[in-house]
């Protein structure tokens, strides 16, 4: 597609459920990251992947925590045993290369009950 | 992890004024970056700085990188509605890095 693309949009969960948040990244994009916004906040970062590197998890906040990437494209977060303070919008973004031209999505927001 | 301190955190200005804000950091970064975000989207880059001491123009927008690379200055001339948005500094602290650290923003209002 033209840009990035997450899906939903919004997302309102009960406090314990597990939840997946997708991110179709520009074709091409060879990196792709997951960023965290929370009310207020600044970008949170969570991880990010680089072709077929290994990815860099250092941001995740905790083992509830998880992303893959499939075939070097679409990824997906998944968010177990969800939280309230896991509310937040979660964007996804894709780059060419390492120069800091990030392409970020609308976002996926989450509200958690 | 490493931080970004931007300020101010918010401004209201009048239409036609100009705006200044700047982020600052006890680490140098090896790139700097102005991000955009509007209600509801998500941020879009506005001008991307990879010398220290460079000066990058963008229409109405001026950015400058440190010379002791750890600030850097959003400078908006001559302000339109449109500039209603957060604004968001960004950096790189290593060459060829991936990961990009964010600011907590500038929350900008223009009043007509």
């Known amino acids: 597609g033209a840009g990035v693309s997450q899906s939903p949009s919004n997302k309102v969960t009960e406090k314990g459920k597990d939840v997946e948040l997708r991110c179709d990244p520009i074709?091409?994009?060879?990196?792709l990251y997951w960023y965290r916004q929370s009310l207020g906040q600044g970008l949170e970062f969570l991880i990010y992947?680089?072709?077929?590197?290994?990815?860099?998890k250092s941001g995740l906040p905790s083992d509830r925590f998880s992303a893959e990437r499939t075939g070097g494209s679409v990824s997906t977060l998944t968010i177990q045993r969800t939280q309230q303070e896991d509310s937040a919008v979660y964007l996804c973004?894709?780059?060419?290369?390492?120069?800091?031209?990030?392409?970020f999505g609308e976002g996926s927001r989450l509200t958690v009950l | 992890g490493q931080q970004l301190n931007q300020s101010p955190q918010s401004m209201f200005i009048q239409e036609g004024e100009d705006v200044s804000m700047n982020c600052t950091s006890s680490?140098?970064?090896?790139?700097w970056l102005w991000y955009k975000q509007d209600p509801g989207e998500g941020p879009v880059l506005l001008i991307a700085?990879?010398?220290?001491?460079e000066l990058t123009s963008n229409g109405r927008l001026t950015a400058q990188f440190g010379i002791t690379r750890k600030d850097s200055f959003l400078n908006i001339s001559a302000s339109i509605p449109s500039d209603v948005g957060i604004y968001f500094c960004?950096?790189?602290?290593?060459?060829?890095?991936?990961?990009?650290?964010f600011g907590k923003g500038t929350k900008l209002s223009v009043i007509p």
């Open positions: 074709s091409g994009h060879t990196a």
């Open positions: 680490s140098i970064f090896n790139t």
């Open positions: 992947f680089q072709g077929n590197s290994a990815p860099d």
């Open positions: 700085l990879y010398k220290a001491g």
């Open positions: 973004a894709s780059s060419l290369g390492y120069r800091g031209n990030l392409f």
């Open positions: 960004a950096g790189q602290l290593r060459a060829g890095s991936y990961q990009l650290t």
